[in-house]
């Protein structure tokens, strides 16, 4: 399985972006999918998953803010972000697992977001 993720780059604070990952291969073995991102010197963290069934969970601080979606015939899963803020500002990661009682074991290459005036 082959992640590649898109869509990072600077936006104002307030503003907009959409990540894309497009996942490719034995995409028959990817179950739940989910956004990571890692701040410098932070631990990476959890921003949003999606189920294989469409159930989603979200970080408290991107709560009502981010909305996590997946296209299951373009094989993408995309991360809509509004109301940026500085603290958002990190590499962002997609990531995918086979089913919920497993590790996410694909990763995709990170793409940066800095949200800066």
């Known amino acids: 399985v082959q992640l590649q993720a898109s869509g990072g780059g600077l936006v104002e604070p307030g503003g907009s972006l959409r990540l894309s990952c497009a996942s490719s291969g034995s995409i028959f073995s990817i179950g739940d999918m989910a956004w990571y991102r890692q701040a410098p010197g932070k631990e990476r963290e959890l921003v949003a998953s999606i189920t294989e069934s469409g159930r989603i969970n979200y970080a408290d601080s991107v709560k009502g803010r981010f909305t996590i979606s997946r296209d299951r015939a373009k094989n993408t899963v995309y991360l809509q972000m509004s109301s940026l803020k500085p603290e958002d500002t990190a590499v962002y990661y997609c990531?995918?697992?086979?089913?919920?009682?497993?590790?996410?074991?694909?990763w995709g290459q990170g793409t940066q977001v800095t949200v800066s005036s």
């Open positions: 990531a995918a697992r086979r089913t919920s009682q497993t590790p996410y074991v694909y």
